[in-house]
């Protein structure tokens, strides 16, 4: 049971939110669970749209945004997350299931990629504080300045959502992520 009110439709989230929440609907065929939560406060849900859509602009290729979501969730042990990337990485960023455990692993099997997610995982790890090392890493591995940035603010976005679902224990509307095998 959530700890914190899930409007049920859009009609029942806060007016400010509706408009939003119609779009979200529109792009992605449903309003999840995380979105309704968030549409509590419309501030917050225009931000985090904000944000998320800027991200997507940016230069890294969603397989690797999603690699880095996966790594945060795993990290930050966000089963809502967890469940809604590992369904986003199969059916949208085509990402198989030796992939998807290697990113919740902090890893991938693509080299490149795997410098970029190793990257993220050390952010989420050292709360920012990484070593030169980390970062001389990363951009050995081909990452530009602003590849870097957005690697950090990818797991800012999603250190946000994991943090607000486990806080709401929002009730997961994405088929389960499966356990990791040790």
């Known amino acids: 049971m959530t700890r914190l009110a899930i409007p049920a439709t859009t009609a029942d989230a806060p007016a400010a939110s509706q408009p939003l929440l119609l779009e979200v609907e529109k792009q992605l065929g449903m309003v999840p669970n995380l979105f309704r939560l968030i549409a509590n406060s419309p501030a917050a849900l225009e931000g ?23 790594a945060v969730a795993e990290l930050n042990g966000c089963g809502y997350c967890l469940a809604a990337h590992s369904y986003i990485g199969v059916n949208m960023a085509k990402l198989d299931a030796e992939e998807i455990a290697a990113n919740r692993r902090g890893h991938s099997t693509d080299p490149k990629a795997d410098a970029a997610v190793r990257f993220a995982a050390s952010v989420v790890k050292a709360r920012g504080h990484v070593g030169d090392d980390e970062v001389k890493a990363v951009k050995l591995a081909g990452y530009s300045d602003a590849q870097v940035v957005e690697i950090v603010l990818h797991v800012a976005v999603n250190t946000l959502t994991n943090y607000a679902n486990e806080v709401a224990q929002t009730a997961v509307d994405f088929p389960a992520a499966e356990a990791l095998v040790a």
């Open 48 to 70: 985090y749209l904000a944000l998320s859509g800027a991200l997507a602009k940016g230069s890294l290729p969603a397989p690797t945004r999603e690699r880095i979501a996966l």
